[in-house]
Nanobody
Framework: QVQLVESGGGLVQPGGSLRLSCTAS????????MGWHRQAPGKQREMVAL???????NYADFVKGRFTISRENAQNTVYLQMNSLEPDDTAVYYC????????WGQGTQVTVSS
């Protein structure tokens, strides 16, 4: 059974940083694109960043220059380094595996508040 497990969320003040991790099991995640999405209360889920099996990246405009997605294929792990966090970044962050069918993690809460 495929599982995606996220970690690294928490409470941080504006301007702070967090690093999220997502580890996949039960599939060869290294051959697929993986990404991070987020959903704030009362808002639709939105794509934050993605990374292909070859390491190409794509970012939502609102995180460019602040967030960096990377992966360690040997560990089936994808990371999201989040810098210069703002209150609008508060959301549940979900890891996604873009296989022939899609898989989602359970999400990790990121709260940015003074």
């Amino acid at each position: 059974q495929v599982q995606l497990v996220e970690s690294g969320g928490g409470l941080v003040q504006p301007g702070g940083s967090l690093r999220l991790s997502c580890t996949a099991s039960g599939t060869a995640a290294s051959i697929y694109t993986m990404g991070w999405h987020r959903q704030a209360p009362g808002k639709q889920r939105e794509m934050v960043a993605l990374i292909t099996n070859r390491g190409s990246t794509n970012y939502a405009d609102f995180v460019k220059g602040r967030f960096t997605i990377s992966r360690e294929n040997a560990q089936n792990t994808v990371y999201l380094q989040m810098n210069s966090l703002e209150p609008d970044d508060t959301a549940v962050y979900y890891c996604k595996l873009y296989a022939p069918r899609t898989y989602w993690g359970q999400g990790t809460q990121v709260t940015v508040s003074s």
